[in-house]
């Protein structure tokens, strides 16, 4: 074997390991940050997600379980909507949340019968879940409608949560959220369905 032949092999052989270990043709790309993964649905086609809402509430010692739904929009400047009811010693109890233009508008039933508004930095909305610090990935799943990254990190409030993306598009498919003694699981189901969120009318509104 001649000296060209041997040099030739050799840049063969550590091109071949570069490619490889650069992730060449055929090698597996790895998932993006936990980071990226979180804010995927604010880049996302996504104009609007509906999502269900079930999980537990603890006070003073007496945990009640919760169901409900609610909205995100995520066409600027972005809102957000829950509801949910539960049961407390025989009684149904009914509260509702929007979260639009730096205000909470939150409606409590049994109550007043009006919603009461305070300004805002947190509310709900599609920026909620895109998280600021402590961001880990966790792994792949399966869910239900289609497989998806799973990560967590800490809003800016520095409560945590998890969420779990779908790897194809973007969207999220479920969010988990646990405050101390409290814990909460949105489940989308629906998106693009053309929603909106508007303000309650300013005659049924008090300032909290």
């Known amino acids: 074997m001649t000296r060209t032949t041997i040099g ?5 052989s550590i091109g071949a390991a570069m490619l490889a270990a650069c992730g060449g043709p055929g090698a597996p790309l790895g998932p993006p940050s936990p980071k990226d993964i979180l804010a995927k649905p604010l880049h996302a086609n996504l104009k609007d997600a509906h999502f269900l809402v079930t999980g537990k509430f603890a006070e003073q010692g007496v945990s009640v379980d919760l169901a409900g739904d609610g909205e995100l929009v995520y ?5 957000g909507r829950f509801k949910f009811q539960t049961m407390v010693a ?3 109890i009914s509260y509702e949340d929007i979260s639009i233009g730096g205000k909470d508008y939150t409606l409590s039933d049994p109550g007043t019968g009006k919603w009461t508004s305070r300004a805002t930095t947190s509310g709900l909305g599609p920026g909620s879940f895109s998280g600021v610090s402590d961001f ?5 799943e399966n869910l239900a409608k289609g497989k998806a990254w799973h990560a967590t990190a800490k809003d800016k409030d520095g409560n945590g949560f998890e969420g779990w993306i779908r790897e194809s598009d973007g969207y999220p498919l479920k969010y988990l959220i646990a405050q101390q003694s409290n814990a909460l699981t949105l489940t989308f189901d629906r998106f693009n369905a053309g929603v909106t969120i508007s303000p309650p009318p300013a005659a049924q509104v008090v300032q909290g």
């Open 8 to 12: 030739q092999l050799t840049a063969v």
């Open 75 to 79: 066409k600027a400047p972005g809102a």
């Open 90 to 92: 025989g009684q149904k």
């Open 136 to 140: 880990k990935y966790v792994g792949e």
